[in-house]
């Protein structure tokens, strides 16, 4: 793998089965670690909490999760249903772009 790692964006709150779509992210990041491409799916990480911490706004979760955006050299956004409206992604987008960092659009099944 080389160094550093890419920051995986996708929409998730907007999601009607929000299992499924953890389950679907974190197969699509297991598949690009999978070709050597070391990645950070704050998805993959904080589902499995998000039903111990409770509903949250958006807002928590972007600042549990820009440092990882942050330390991150680029940003692959997984192109599933929503995610031009989804207000996460735009944010990690947004932030990413104006770090300079590259932007990565991948198309998925899912």
Known sequence: MSTGFFYVAAPYSEA??????WRDITHHTANLIKMGMNCYSPITHGHPMAGTIGEKPI????????PFLEAAKGILVLKFDGWEESLGVKAEIE????AGKLVIYQDVKG
């Open 95 to 98: 932030v990413a772009k104006k």
């Open 59 to 66: 807002e928590f979760w972007l600042a549990l999760d820009m």
């Open 16 to 21: 009607v089965d929000k299992d499924m779509r």
